[in-house]
């Protein structure tokens, strides 16, 4: 009887022809670089007549100085209200007319944008990201920043001032890293920061980093590289570079000490945030902590949801979280109580079970399961080329963190390579009780279903 790895099957139905079964996995692109600078990736996948242009620019919040912070998200609503060539409002019309469709993101380390549209409309998608790369200044105006920058302070509000729990992620950055390090402070940035910058400022900022020789452009799907790379040099080649700002050289990521912090909201149940800092992105460690979320909290046999939500039947949910970046990472369990249950009885079990991890190996059938997980991920972002998840970005991704833009079958290695008693040793190494944050949001007013010994914020 004839059978299939689940490799080849993954591949078979994701439409990947270009890589044989059993053979290693990659992803054949073509990279140059124009003489402004700019790195320009192309990939060819005759799949689907449809083509995904996705540009990293390598500036995030980690990029920003304490008191101006909030720039490099700011900057990813001003780059879609138009260019030298680009009337308000057209950039998203255009490009909806010609049946694609576009975002954009902002994180730590980078901003990316990207277009997912028919391939014969490539040129189209170069065209819009050229002029704003090249010519988004002749187009900007005080008036205009200061209509997206209340843009992004309403955002704010919505999402963190008057969100319930959205307050979570501003305090455990601020209390995970010293407060000179660019992870301190949240992407969106503060309201005093954004109220406080000068149209000077914001200018300066885009001076500094949304330039050729800092970005990365990766072009994906039904294309001929030939046609792409003369597409590119057309719409790109007349765009200056200037100068990039230098590297940031932040203070080390260091956390010695338990800090306990309670916040009361506007909340119905309490919620428990354990946070500990992890190793940077790509880092040895890294991989480890991936799989030891699944462990943990990924499907009803992952072991704190099954002690947490089916057998004891104190909390309403519980996950983890391994977020790495370029220059240190985080890891975090967050749990919500049920009704009429405190977060120091999860904190109990979370931590028992924490401990567990620390002096029992996992079993070799809980480290399948979890490798299963990601693989299927994993195959699963190789099906499409467009999208924040597909090939193209990963591609970027790849070359921003690695160098190497086809990093796919060493990414996938280091998840194969894991062993149960890595994830123990990771437990070991980063999990401290005397170096995380405990983070307790309750009702106001509910102090005491907080963690154990918490102090108040």
Do not use: C
């Not at 890589?19 to 670089?33: C, I, N």
């Not at 990924?298 to 790495?324: D, F, M, P, W």
């Amino acid at each position: 009887m004839r059978k299939l790895s689940l490799m080849a099957l993954l591949f078979l139905f994701a439409g990947l022809s270009n890589v044989p079964a059993g053979d290693k996995l990659s992803a054949p692109y073509t990279r140059f670089t124009l003489p402004n600078g700019l790195t320009v990736i192309v990939h060819e996948d005759h799949t689907v007549p449809r083509v995904s242009v996705n540009i990293w620019y390598h500036v995030g919040s980690g990029s920003e100085k304490v008191g101006r912070t909030g720039f490099a998200h700011l900057f990813e609503h001003i780059l879609f209200e138009g260019s030298g060539h680009v009337p308000e409002g057209k950039f998203d019309q255009w490009l909806e007319a010609a049946g694609a469709n576009n975002n954009g993101s902002t994180t730590n380390d980078r901003t990316n944008y990207y277009e997912d549209l028919p391939s014969n409309a490539l040129e189209l998608a170069l065209f819009l990201e050229s002029d704003r790369m090249g010519y988004l200044i002749e187009a900007m105006s005080p008036e205009k920043v200061d209509g997206q920058r209340d843009v992004v302070k309403n955002e704010k509000r919505q999402r963190v001032d008057n969100q319930p729990y959205g307050r979570a992620w501003e305090l455990l950055s601020k209390n995970l890293y010293p407060a000179e390090h660019p992870y301190s402070w949240s992407v969106i940035g503060s309201m005093e920061d954004l109220s406080a910058a000068s149209y000077d400022d914001v200018v300066e900022f885009f001076n500094n980093y949304y330039t050729p020789s800092n970005a990365a452009l990766v072009i994906a799907g039904d294309v001929n590289t030939d046609e792409a790379r003369k597409l590119t040099e057309k719409w790109f080649s007349d765009v200056p570079n200037r100068a990039t700002a230098p590297p940031v050289d932040p203070v080390p990521a260091v956390l010695s000490e338990e800090k306990r912090i309670v916040l009361e909201d506007k909340v119905q149940l309490p919620r428990l945030y354990m946070a500990w800092l992890s190793p940077a992105r790509f880092q040895p460690g890294d991989a480890e902590f991936d799989l030891l979320t699944s462990v943990l909290t990924e499907g009803k046999n992952s072991r704190l949801y099954k002690r947490l939500v089916y057998e004891l039947q104190i909390a309403q949910s519980v996950n983890s979280y391994n977020g790495s970046n370029k220059l240190s990472g985080e890891f975090y369990i967050i749990a919500t109580a049920r009704a009429g249950h405190t977060l120091a009885e999860l904190e109990k079990v979370i931590q028992e079970e924490l401990d567990k991890i620390k002096n029992e190996v996992p079993s070799d059938r809980e480290l399948q399961r979890a490798l299963n997980q990601y693989e299927a991920d994993f195959y699963r972002g190789l099906e499409k080329s467009g999208g924040f998840g597909g090939k193209a970005n990963q591609l970027n991704t790849y070359f921003y963190y690695t160098g190497n833009p086809d990093y796919f079958n060493e990414d996938l290695a280091r998840y194969q390579a894991i062993s149960p008693n890595d994830l123990s040793a990771i437990a070991n190494t980063y999990l401290n009780d005397d170096a995380r944050v405990i983070l307790s949001i309750v009702p106001e007013g509910k102090t005491e279903l907080a963690g154990e010994k918490g102090g108040v914020k």
